[in-house]
Structures are given as structure tokens and as C-alpha cells.
């Protein structure tokens, strides 16, 4: 059955229809490649913590999986490793994203969303994405990383490029990973010239004096933070704002009482959470899940955001309820997998709905329909045209 259109164009109406009757089905993404999708809330939970389902792309099947081809040095990364490496590398960097350090990080990050909507003015019309959702956490990972102001490039046109590729441009996500590989390889020569009291000299120092890193692992430690700390919060943002945007009655619940914007945050995540999917698994044997067996090396996507919407476990799980319990919800993973940088992304979201809150009463929609970016894998904004 191909439902990559659907999968991509109407997700959450492919997902309903699956988890009532095929949980765990087999599917043809938008590359021709199968693989068997699950999307039961307890079915999707129990799989991301299942030692048997490998992110290591060598427990694939011969052309059972095509994927994202990056080059060695930014493919050592924790998205493609299980326990023992994963094990090492995560406690190294993990310390980075502790609740204490984030703490120290929210005041900076108030700083930063105050001066963007300073450079907006007191009115007028603007792409929320571009002038707000995308440079905040841009800013953000760059002061975590140590990237000095003048290197700080358009990291946004490298990752759509990577994780939207034209098909009028085959060239392009070579390019674009080609460019990012360039600029980690001055970064770190630059650091280890001249170290400083940042995430990057730290990991180098890891690296060349403790021999715990290899220089891939390095190289594509740095790549994936940068890569995944932006992405993922630029979109976590743009689908709060315009979730809060198309529901005025929650939207003025919370200007009256700011102290429910961390809980609503979370709820903001179940409902519109930036990925869709996982990142793909391989079964290192033959494993039933649902009543299914999923022979060994094939492909499984299992459905963050079908999970979040099943009804099983949420009631009523397509409405926006601020005052919802959303203990238990998958939007950032589950597992030794779960996001290293929630913390980080959770303070950022919420930073960044608390100064719109502030400072624009008046924000709304200047388009009825958002564009989303197409992509099975990630739910995302193109644009959010916005009047304040």
C-alpha cells in the first residue's frame, strides 16, 4: 500500500485510519523503499525502547534501506548508534543539557527573543518563521557551541536542503552537506587553536586529550547538535505559535496566566511536535509487535505523532486542551533515544511564547492556511505570515 502522499500531505488522517486498522503496516516512502509503520500509542512506546530495534544502519538489510548519505565524518552520530558507543558518547555530551545549565541559559535566551522582536517594531506584517522562530534557536546553539558572531552562517538553507530535497536539484544535498562538513572543519581547527569556555573547545578537549572521541565521532557530535538543537526548536515554535493562533480561547487563557505556559508547551508538542517519525530502526532479529512479525534488517518507522494522537491514550486527542495531562507523551522520544537537548528545547519554546505573549497583544494570522513543509518525517512550517 503507498500512502507516501498521504503520509506527507494529510498525516494525522493516514495515522487514524491505521491505527484502527492496521497498526503496524507496510508502507512505500517517497524513495520506493518499504517499511512497516507502527502507530499505536503502546505499540510505539514499547518499540523505541526495544534493545532488538538497532539505529545502526549495518543491521539493515542489502537495499532494504536508502536514507540520508552523509559522509563519514558526519555519520558517526548518536541517530545512527546503539549502546555501547551511543552509551559513551551521550554521558560526555549529556552534561551540556542538564536542567542546571539550561537554568543559567534562560536569561540569555530572553535576551535574544527581546532583541528580534525589537527589530520588528511596535507593527506591521512578517514571516514569524524567518524573522523569529528560526534565528532564536540559531543564536541559542551557536552561544552553547562557541561559534563566534561573524562565522555564524544560514544554517536554515543547509538543513532544508538536507531534510527537504528538491527533486529539480539532485546536486543540492551534496552541496549543502558538503558546505556544513567545510565549516565544522575551520570551526574545530579554529578552536583547537584557540580554545574558550564553550561546548565545542570542551568536546575537543575530550577528544585529544582523553581519547574518548574519535575525530568522526567529534565531527559529527558537533554536526548533530547544531543540526538537530536548531532544526527540531525552530519547528517546535512555529507549530506552538500557529497551533496557540488558531485557538484564540486557549491563547487568551494563557495571557492571562503565564504560569500554564510550561505545561502548555507540552501539550503544544503532543498535538504539533516536530517529528512525525523517529528515526528509522532495524531489527536485529525477527520481532512481532501488534500480532506482526517484522523480519529481521527490515525498515520501522514508528509514529511520534500518531502515538500522540491515539485516543487510547489521550481522549479527544486532536483537541488543544492547555489544562491536559500529558505525562507520558512521545513528542521528544522515549528510551536511551529520548531528545539529549529537551531541556533545552522545552525552555527555548517556552521563552519564545512568553515574549510574544508580552510583547505583541495583538499578533494574529495573516494567511488561513499555513503551508507545511512536505516531508513525512518532519512537521514543519515553510512560512507563517503574521500580522502584529
Not at 4 to 26: E, F, I, K, N, S
Not at 175 to 200: C, H, Q, V, W, Y
Request: proline share 9%; with cysteine.
Amino acid at each position: 500500500m503507498d500512502l507516501a502522499h498521504g503520509l506527507v500531505d494529510h498525516p494525522y488522517d493516514v495515522y487514524r485510519r491505521l491505527r484502527d486498522t492496521a497498526p503496524v503496516h507496510r508502507v512505500t516512502g517517497p524513495d520506493g523503499t518499504s517499511a512497516w509503520l507502527v502507530t499505536r500509542y503502546e505499540d510505539v512506546r514499547a518499540a523505541l525502547a526495544d534493545p532488538r530495534l538497532s539505529l545502526d544502519k549495518r543491521h539493515a538489510s542489502a537495499g532494504a534501506y536508502k536514507g540520508l548519505s552523509l559522509p563519514p565524518a558526519l555519520d558517526v552520530n548518536l541517530l545512527n548508534m546503539d549502546p555501547p558507543d551511543h552509551t559513551r558518547i551521550r554521558r560526555l555530551v549529556g552534561r551540556a543539557f542538564t536542567p542546571g545549565r539550561v537554568q543559567r541559559l534562560r536569561e540569555p535566551v530572553r535576551r535574544t527573543a527581546d532583541r528580534l522582536l525589537d527589530a520588528l517594531g511596535p507593527h506591521g506584517t512578517t514571516d514569524l518563521i524567518a524573522s523569529y522562530a528560526a534565528p532564536l534557536p540559531i543564536t541559542v546553539i551557536c552561544d552553547l557551541l562557541g561559534i563566534p558572531q561573524p562565522d555564524r552562517l544560514d544554517f536554515r538553507q543547509w538543513t532544508d536542503t538536507l531534510m527537504t530535497p528538491d527533486p529539480s536539484r539532485p546536486d543540492a544535498s551534496k552541496e549543502a552537506m558538503a558546505a556544513m562538513l567545510g565549516f565544522l572543519t575551520r570551526l574545530l581547527a579554529a578552536k583547537r587553536a584557540e580554545p574558550a569556555d564553550d561546548l565545542l573547545s570542551g568536546l575537543i578537549a575530550v577528544r585529544d586529550e582523553g581519547d574518548r572521541l574519535t575525530e568522526d565521532e567529534l565531527m559529527s557530535l558537533a554536526f548533530l547538535i547544531l543540526f538537530a538543537g536548531y532544526e527540531n526548536t525552530v519547528h517546535l515554535i512555529g507549530n506552538a505559535v500557529l497551533t496557540l493562533l488558531q485557538h484564540p480561547d486557549q491563547l487568551a487563557r494563557l495571557r492571562k496566566d503565564p504560569a500554564r505556559l510550561p505545561a502548555a508547551v507540552d501539550e503544544l508538542m503532543r498535538l504539533e511536535g516536530p517529528a512525525l517519525l523517529a528515526i528509522r530502526r532495524f531489527p536485529v532479529e525477527d520481532v512481532t509487535i501488534a500480532g506482526v512479525t517484522v523480519p529481521a534488517g527490515e525498515t520501522v518507522w514508528v509514529s511520534l505523532s500518531a502515538a500522540n494522537r491515539d485516543p487510547a491514550r489521550f481522549p479527544d486527542p486532536g483537541r488543544l486542551d492547555l489544562s491536559r495531562d500529558t505525562a507520558g507523551h512521545l513528542a521528544l522520544g522515549h528510551g536511551i533515544h529520548h531528545c539529549l537537548g529537551a531541556p533545552l528545547a522545552r525552555a527555548e519554546t517556552e521563552i519564545a511564547l512568553a515574549a510574544l505573549l508580552d510583547r505583541l497583544p495583538e499578533l494574529a494570522l495573516a494567511e488561513p492556511e499555513p503551508t507545511w513543509r512536505p516531508s513525512m518525517r518532519v512537521r514543519g512550517l515553510s512560512s507563517l505570515p503574521v500580522t502584529y
